[in-house]
């Protein structure tokens, strides 16, 4: 219950930070699957929080956030990196490298990504590779 008012709260200072301009995001990887809340993605740096989504065979509790950069960006695709801090009750901490690569397949409605990710990062003492897909939806307020 505490991790999830922390992840509670951490999701309402994004959203407060991004002036009502969110964006969501389920991303799934080999065995584990994540519900993100961020900020913009087309800016510059952007900033993502992930709740790990366990279900009856890992029910454990997680939480990533994850701070981005843009290296490259078109109409159809975003190529980031960043930094990952996350914390898992089944290994007690990472932090990672993240790289991302998001395709806009529909010019009618660039705020739709399918987001490519791959992170290298260290728990256990060891260095880890994980990879994963997931869709993003930028959530935009008309001024």
Not at 4 to 16: E, V
Not at 43 to 53: D, N, P, S
Not at 89 to 111: C, D, H, R, W
Not at 119 to 130: C, E, G, I, K, Q
């Amino acid at each position: 219950m505490k991790h999830l008012i922390i992840f509670c709260f951490l999701s309402i200072g994004i959203g407060l930070t991004a002036k009502a301009q969110v964006s969501v995001g389920l991303y799934k990887s080999s065995v584990f699957s994540h519900l993100g809340v961020g900020t913009d993605p087309e800016k510059k740096y952007f900033g993502e929080v992930r709740l790990f989504a366990g279900d009856w065979l890992n029910n454990y509790f997680g939480a990533e956030v994850i701070g981005q950069r843009n290296f490259s960006q078109t109409e159809w695709y975003n190529f980031s990196a960043g930094l990952l801090v996350g914390y898992h009750e089944f290994n007690e901490g990472m932090i990672g490298v993240p790289a991302f690569f998001s395709i806009k397949p529909l010019q009618a409605n660039t705020n739709l990504s399918l987001v490519l990710e791959a992170t290298p990062f260290v728990a256990y003492s060891s260095v880890h590779l994980r990879g994963s897909i997931g869709v993003r939806y930028f959530l935009r307020r008309d001024d």
